[in-house]
């Protein structure tokens, strides 16, 4: 098990912000949605809607990404899951439109995507705070997709006493941050206790996966 705590991802006494190192939130989410999701090309609606951004602040940062080269302007066909509902042009449907997608042959573009994912991982100090101001919370690490541990069920395990509603707003806060969906498991002290103790597979594929500890009040986890 490769176990890293906080201090040993550089997290200092200030708070991570991505767009200190990429110089704004809009610029640095859409990065990390394009090298994220290279396969597939994004309407630019559709970009607002997924980092939670102002049209015309996606559309600059577009311009910028595109003459770089680390984004490719395409033509394709907007079709109804596209759709960014009734702001749309209803005669644009069907319609060759311009689409952006990550360029895969970029020569940074390996280096950049690890370094976003790296740049994730900073960023969840964010997060413990916001669980720690809602409830009870005994235990955060990430796994998964944050480490490049492709067959760990989750990549967020979070242990403690905390509202379901409050946890999925975090959640989804911490998401639009990082422009990615994460797959997260909850669970109270008692329960996460009680499968440490009895060896329940599926916890021990997260606790014996390379991790980051973000939280832990456990002194012998």
Not at 28 to 55: C, G, H, K
Not at 68 to 82: D, S
Not at 146 to 163: K, M, S
Not at 173 to 178: G, L, M, Q, S, V
């Amino acid at each position: 098990m490769d176990n890293i705590g906080i201090q040993d991802v550089g997290i200092g006494a200030r708070d991570f912000r991505i767009e200190q190192l990429f110089g704004s939130r809009t610029r640095a989410r859409l990065l990390t949605l394009f090298l994220e999701n290279s396969d597939r090309p994004f309407y630019v609606r559709e970009l607002t809607r997924r980092i939670d951004a102002q049209l015309n602040a996606v559309r600059r940062e577009l311009k910028n990404l595109v003459e770089i080269g680390i984004v490719l302007e395409v033509e394709g066909k907007i079709i109804p899951t596209e759709s960014s509902g009734k702001e749309d042009e209803p005669e644009a449907k069907g319609e060759n439109k311009k689409f952006y997608q990550a360029n895969v042959t970029f020569p940074l573009f390996e280096d950049l995507r690890a370094v976003m994912r790296k740049a994730a991982v900073l960023m969840n100090k964010e997060l413990v705070q916001t669980l720690r101001s809602k409830g009870e919370i005994e235990y955060v690490l990430l796994t998964g997709r944050f480490v490049d541990a492709v067959n760990v069920p989750t990549d967020v395990l979070i242990v403690g006493t905390i509202d379901p509603e409050d946890l999925a707003t975090a959640i989804r806060e911490f998401e639009r941050d990082i422009a990615q969906e994460v797959n997260f498991t909850a669970m109270p002290k008692e329960e996460f206790l009680y499968r440490k103790d009895v060896g329940d597979r599926f916890l021990a594929a997260i606790l014996d996966a390379k991790q980051v500890v973000l939280w832990n009040t456990f002194p012998d986890v």
